[in-house]
């Protein structure tokens, strides 16, 4: 069964770059790593999602090392609105049927001004 | 175009009874997936069903079941309830499956007495 971690807690002013790594080591060889954002009293929300190397969009970039066996999110610029739970999910190919999802323990993220 | 939606939002329930719970996907989704979030455990997938398939499968007892309907429309079922299975227990869909960009709705609360 696949096991993720990631810092607990982050701090953070505004104005910075953010980085949060999440260490997944028996990812499937043939799954994505996604990232999600969690506010209180919400769902995830999708951030981005990679299979290796760099992968950037309009909000983040997500670094993938060629053994995959961990990715770091990278939030530019981050402002108070950031200041949420961020949570890395990887399948490990495990599980009845072929797939588990198996989410990080999440990052809270704490942006002040 | 409406997003993930989950009803009832809050319930309350006591030990030894059975609860069902309803998630209706983004329009054109086929993929639905449940997970169970608590502070302890975190984000813990629960099943996928695709198609009305059960597609994968996490590690939970045989107490918690779901099935999808035609209309891609999903129901959790959680019987003989515990005091541990009080929860939030969140859906989300996506278009070809949860190894790709996942919709959350706002989930379920579910107290148990």
């Known amino acids: 069964l696949a096991k993720t971690t990631q810092p607990i807690s982050m701090d953070s002013y505004e104005g910075q770059e953010v980085n949060i790594t999440c260490s997944h080591n028996n990812i499937a060889t043939n799954d994505y790593i996604t990232w999600y954002q969690q506010f209180p009293s919400q769902g995830p929300r999708f951030i981005i999602q990679?299979?290796?190397t760099k992968v950037t969009n309009e909000v983040a970039s997500l670094f993938i090392p060629a053994d995959r066996k961990s990715s770091t999110l990278s939030l530019p610029r981050v402002s108070l609105s950031d200041t949420a739970v961020y949570y890395c999910l990887v399948g490990d190919g495990v599980g009845n049927y072929g797939q588990n999802f198996v989410f990080g323990p999440g990052t809270r993220l704490s942006v002040l001004p | 175009k409406a997003g993930v939606t989950q009803t009832p939002r809050y319930l309350i329930k006591t030990r030894g009874q059975q609860v069902t719970l309803s998630c209706s996907p983004i329009s054109g989704h086929r993929s639905v997936s449940w997970y169970q979030q608590t502070p302890g455990q975190g984000l813990q997938f629960l099943f996928e069903y695709f198609s009305e398939t059960q597609r994968n499968k996490g590690n939970f007892p045989g107490r918690f079941s779901g099935r999808q309907f035609s209309n891609s429309r999903s129901e959790m079922n959680v019987s003989t309830l515990e005091l541990g299975d009080s929860a939030l227990y969140l859906c989300?869909?996506?278009?070809?499956?949860?190894?790709?960009?996942?919709?959350f709705g706002p989930g379920t609360r579910l107290t148990v007495l």
């Open positions: 989300a869909s996506s278009l070809t499956g949860g190894r790709n960009e996942q919709f």
């Open positions: 990679g299979y290796k």
